[in-house]
């Protein structure tokens, strides 16, 4: 009677080792759980696995609670029985046992209780705010009993979040015929679907009538469903999906003296840059929301990039349609209060400049929204300034010591990184030192620097002879390419000279 819907295993021996807090240990002196005694625990498992169709490595309710389908005496009662030296080991039983099950060649027959998903009728679909739809999800029986759609007992469809309330229906039950007497009725607040009709045999297909409504705090939501049997738990591998979209009541329009058409859009979300990197292509995602009441048709919606107002975009790239974009949305309808998503390319000019352009949005070649935004073609090239000793003041004739280190932060690398000075007028500095390698070029490294990586310029300057304010001009070369400084072409520092 104390195994009753279940199979119980005895291990002769004592093996607790009484460090578990337990009062009961009887062990003077525990038995080792050997490698061959769990060897013969593990193929013992997996043979009565194969008879009674259980799964090793799974769970089942037994006893009012949730629990592995290879448990220890302790786990249902109070003992310390079978002893830590073989719970401990439990885990890595179940693995062995389940290995010798494959090794078996399986179950012998069919799961009494299982089933497969077959076909859904739709995935997607639009409901109008006041209204239902309907959606049929088939389901193949795979296992021995017969489904029943009249009885008290019955199969249905609910939302997959039912799955944290009740059992799982798999292998895992040892005394299948005793399914009511420890039945989990899976009581829930939750919409559930009945099967449609009848019996449903084994290999047949069973049908199920989902009555849905559309979202009321969002557009769009997605559903996700399961099979369930009510006093049995949830089936696995039954899970499926369905995206309900909300649309205006046609009909309540129409009853609503007619109200005018309205055309209205809002920006939802864009990603265009700033600033672009001379000749990258970059891809680009805006998001504008049908705010009007007038459904938007996919081919009827473009959205148009224009170059001072009138002109074809020197950022035109092949993902185009045509010189002046005509974008079309990714959504093939656009309902009131939902997204139209449009995603194209920009290819930046070599050109360093600012460029304005006008996005439009245009419905029936009707421009519903307009946005007006300058891109900047920035170069490559480009470095940060790290560290900057340039003296504010030096005395005449003097020599100080200068550090600039400079920081790789555009995308190119930098062959022989060269540091030049000039005077505003790009004549010689008036602090050009001797130790110089030309009139101009203050420092030259003979190595590569990748982004991301920094060179030190370490030089002399020769201060001026005569007392007077004097600006330094410092620009950075990577060969014949010029590298921007934050953003500008040139470092400009004043330096007075006196004594």
Request: with cysteine; charged share 20%.
């Amino acid at each position: 009677m104390n195994n009753q819907n279940s199979i119980g295993i005895a291990i002769l021996g004592c093996y607790d080792t009484g460090n578990n807090g337990q009062k009961n240990s009887t062990c003077n002196t525990p038995t080792q759980l050997t490698e061959e005694t769990k060897t013969a625990l593990a193929k013992l498992i997996a043979k009565k696995s194969q008879e009674f169709n259980i799964d090793p490595l799974g769970t089942s309710e037994f006893k009012g609670k949730m629990l592995p389908n290879i448990i220890g005496h302790k786990d249902v009662g109070n003992t310390t029985c079978p002893g830590n030296l073989i719970y401990d080991a439990l885990p890595k039983i179940r693995e062995l046992a389940a290995a010798d099950l494959l090794d078996l060649g399986g179950f012998k027959k069919p799961l009494p209780t299982s089933a497969e998903f077959v076909s859904l009728s739709n995935k997607e679909i639009n409901i109008e705010e006041t209204k239902t739809a309907e959606v049929f999800a088939e389901f193949k029986n795979t296992g021995q009993e017969t489904w029943r759609g009249y009885e008290d007992n019955y199969l249905y469809v609910s939302d997959s979040n039912l799955k944290n309330k009740i059992a799982r229906i798999d292998s895992v039950k040892i005394a299948l015929e005793s399914d009511k007497d420890q039945a989990n009725t899976g009581e829930t607040n939750q919409s559930i679907y009945k099967l449609i009709a009848g019996n449903v045999y084994t290999g047949e297909i069973g049908r199920f009538k989902l009555v849905l409504t559309p979202p009321t705090d969002k557009v769009t939501l997605t559903e996700n469903y399961t099979l369930a049997w009510l006093n049995k738990g949830f089936f696995p591998n039954t899970d499926f999906s369905i995206a309900v979209t909300k649309i205006p009541c046609q009909s309540c329009l129409s009853q609503n003296n007619n109200p005018a058409p309205i055309y209205q859009v809002a920006l939802a979300s864009f990603d265009l840059p700033d600033q672009i990197i001379a000749e990258n292509i970059i891809p680009v995602k805006i998001v504008l929301t049908n705010t009007g009441n007038q459904i938007w048709d996919k081919d009827k919606l473009k959205l148009k990039i224009v170059y001072e107002q009138t002109n074809i975009s020197p950022f035109k790239n092949n993902s185009w349609y045509d010189e002046y974009a005509s974008i079309l949305p990714n959504e093939k309808t656009i309902y009131p209060q939902a997204n139209a998503t449009f995603e194209f390319k920009l290819k930046a000019p070599a050109l360093l400049t600012t460029f304005p352009h006008t996005l439009t949005l245009n419905y029936d070649d009707k421009q519903l929204w307009q946005l007006d935004k300058t891109l900047e073609v920035i170069s490559p090239y480009a470095a940060q300034i790290t560290k900057n000793t340039l003296p504010q003041s030096a005395k005449p004739n003097s020599r100080p010591k200068v550090t600039l280190t400079f920081k790789n932060t555009g995308t190119k690398d930098w062959t022989l990184p060269a540091l030049k000075s000039y005077d505003l007028d790009n004549t010689n500095s008036w602090f050009k030192d001797w130790s110089w390698l030309d009139s101009k070029t203050v420092k030259k490294a003979q190595k590569t620097i990748k982004p991301g990586e920094e060179i030190e310029f370490n030089f002399r300057l020769l201060a001026y002879w005569k007392q007077n304010t004097y600006p330094q001009v410092f620009r950075l070369y990577s060969g014949k390419n010029q590298i921007y400084l934050a953003g500008q072409k040139e470092l400009i520092m004043k330096t007075k000279v006196a004594k």
